[in-house]
Structure formats: structure tokens, C-alpha cells
């Protein structure tokens, strides 16, 4: 069954450093959307892409956050320059159409750790 | 602002036994509504979807949804360990899910 990949699995980095986040979605699919969950509170959006450019942005994707399809299968996560409060647990999902009966397929997650 | 309301426990349900997950939405134009599960340190794992008001069975698990009291529940019978995770309510947004902060659920052998 295809599946949301997502790399690395635990990234740790000191404050001000900037990381990518990587996730190759499901194949077929067209849209790609990033959320965060930092530990014991609710999975919140970041941002929704399609068409290679942001369809949505939460409050939460400020500045400091970017998105990017480099080539036809990765999806990547920036945050430019991390700060602590940027721990959390960072999920991407895919799936094959913009629409409010199509449901949405997570990948793995990737653990950031900010010290 | 789309919310959704989710009593987050813990429930304690015996083996065997029905659990009853609850779960309210404030926008009434709202169309999907979504159950996902997510064991701790793991990404959410969609176990239902439904559209109609009504009730919606799949094997063990039936959703009920209610648009008129903007309620979403969730029954899961003859509760088995493995099902202790927590229980996270979701509604579409326009591109994006809004995720409710889930409920424990915790099976007793």
C-alpha cells in the first residue's frame, strides 16, 4: 500500500539553525500539506501547497518557515532559524484532490528537537 | 475560526466492552468529519470518514454524525487493548483538517 514517507525521523538542532524537513509523498497525489504537533497539544496546519505554490497558510507559518517541491516527489520543510518553541513533532500528508470528501494521508512524522 | 471540542479524558472502558467517543464542531457548514487514531509518539491513522447525518459502520468501529447539534461521535465495540490510543476528531476545512486536542482511551484486560 502506497505510503507518506518522511526523513529523518528525529532531528536535533541547536537555536538559530536552520533544517529542512523531507517527505516524499504518495505518488498520484497532488496536494501536500504540513501540520505540528508539539508534545501533549493538538495537531495544528502549517500550510497546504498545490500547483507548486502555498494554497493556505496558518498564523503559525510566519516568515521563518518555507515550503518547497524540488522535483517531482520530494515536498521539504524549511524553518530558517529554529527556535525552542519550534520542538514539536512535524507530520506531512498528501493526497489526491482538493476536496471535502477526499481525506488526507499522514507520513511518519519527524521529532525536532531545538536546544 | 473552525473548532472542535473533545473531552480528553482519559475513558477507561473494559475488554470487551463499547466505548463512546464525543466530539462537537462549531462551524455548522462543515461537511466531513473524520476519526483518526494516534498511538503515542506516531502520526494519526484514519479510521473513519462520514459525510451524512446518521450512522456509518465498519467492522468494530461506527461513526454518528448529527449536523443539527454539530455532533460527531464515535462507538468502537468489543473494546480490545490495542485500541487504547488517543482518539483525535477532525473537520475539513478548505485545505486543511482542524484537528480537535483528542480523547484517551484507555482499554482495562
Known amino acids: 500500500e502506497p505510503e507518506v514517507t518522511q526523513t529523518p525521523s528525529h532531528q536535533v538542532t541547536q537555536m538559530g539553525q536552520e533544517v529542512i524537513l523531507r517527505c516524499v509523498p504518495i505518488s498520484n497525489h497532488l496536494y501536500f500539506y504540513w501540520y505540528r504537533q508539539i508534545l501533549g497539544q493538538k495537531v495544528e496546519f502549517l500550510v497546504s501547497?498545490?500547483?507548486?505554490?502555498?494554497?493556505?497558510k496558518s498564523e503559525i507559518f510566519d516568515d521563518q518557515f518555507s515550503v518547497e517541491r524540488p522535483d517531482g516527489s520530494n515536498f521539504t520543510l524549511k524553518i530558517r532559524s529554529t527556535k525552542l518553541e519550534d520542538s514539536a513533532m512535524y507530520f506531512c500528508?498528501?493526497?489526491?484532490?482538493?476536496?471535502?470528501?477526499?481525506?488526507?494521508?499522514f507520513g511518519p512524522g519527524t521529532r525536532l528537537t531545538v536546544l | 475560526q473552525k473548532e472542535v471540542e473533545q473531552n480528553s479524558g482519559p475513558l477507561s472502558v473494559p475488554e470487551g466492552a463499547i466505548a463512546s467517543l464525543n466530539c462537537t464542531y462549531s462551524d455548522r457548514g462543515s461537511q466531513s468529519f473524520f476519526w483518526y487514531r494516534q498511538y503515542s509518539g506516531k502520526s494519526p491513522e484514519l479510521i473513519m470518514f462520514i459525510y451524512s447525518n446518521g450512522d456509518k459502520e465498519d467492522g468494530r468501529f461506527t461513526a454518528q454524525l448529527n449536523k443539527a447539534s454539530q455532533y460527531v461521535s464515535l462507538l468502537i465495540r468489543d473494546s480490545q487493548p490495542s485500541d487504547s490510543a488517543t482518539y483525535l476528531c477532525a473537520v475539513q476545512g478548505d485545505d486543511k483538517i482542524i484537528f480537535g486536542k483528542g480523547t484517551r482511551l484507555h482499554i482495562l484486560p
Open positions: 501547497f498545490y500547483n507548486n505554490e502555498i494554497s493556505e
Open positions: 500528508a498528501s493526497s489526491s484532490k482538493r476536496s471535502s470528501t477526499d481525506t488526507q494521508y
